[in-house]
């Protein structure tokens, strides 16, 4: 999937059923060669900076997806802070 198949899904989403709400975030997992499971990107929708504004967090492995949930945690409300900051 691409960024543009995210935003077209958004699109659709709220022309056939405006009340399911926003996108708050989506997680998806590559696969690695060989059929393996890969890396892991977590990405959260940010509307309040714009439509298509989309915050990426990435794990390169899978194991590593407690650490990426922790990382989120720990820091995605000072990130708004601070483009709370630049956008205002």
Do not use: W
Not at 44 to 70: C, R
């Amino acid at each position: 999937m691409q960024l543009k198949d995210l935003i077209a899904l958004l699109d659709k989403t709220q022309q056939v059923y405006p009340d399911a709400g926003t996108l708050d975030y989506v997680m998806f997992q590559n696969a690695a060669s060989g059929g393996t499971r890969g890396s892991i990107f977590h990405i959260t929708h940010l509307p309040q900076y714009g439509k298509y504004y989309f915050l990426t967090f990435i794990s390169a492995t899978v194991e590593g997806i407690e650490m990426l949930e922790h990382y989120i945690e720990k820091n995605l409300d000072r990130i708004k802070e601070l483009l709370d900051d630049i956008y205002s």
